[in-house]
């Protein structure tokens, strides 16, 4: 069955950076779209960045341009979110997610603060 799980999360001090990896199973990896979502206390879960299978085509949140970078290494079945510059908001879940399948991983806490 389809499993994904993340990891890498932890607590850090604002304008450090952090590295998510989230590895599939389950699935013909490299044939589908990766996203990673977060959930902040008392908010929705919202789409942090997304990569298609293909092309690698990145698109991000607005709140995450230009500090976050998502990538992919297909060979390894593992989606990962570069997180730099991070800032008290950036605290959430973190959750990798593939929408062909609907599946979730189980999270990873990041925590952003001094």
């Known amino acids: 069955q389809v499993q994904l799980v993340e990891s890498g999360g932890g607590l850090v001090q604002p304008g450090v950076s952090l590295r998510l990896s989230c590895a599939a199973s389950g699935f013909t990896f490299s044939n589908y779209g990766m996203s990673w979502y977060r959930q902040a206390p008392g908010k929705e879960r919202e789409l942090v960045a997304r990569i298609t299978s293909t092309t690698s085509t990145k698109t991000y949140a607005d709140s995450v341009k230009g500090r976050f970078t998502i990538s992919r290494d297909n060979a390894k079945n593992t989606v990962y979110l570069q997180m730099n510059s991070l800032k008290p908001e950036d605290t959430a879940v973190y959750y990798c997610?593939?929408?062909?399948?609907?599946?979730w991983g189980q999270g990873t806490q990041v925590t952003v603060s001094s």
């Open positions: 997610y593939v929408g062909r399948w609907n599946s």
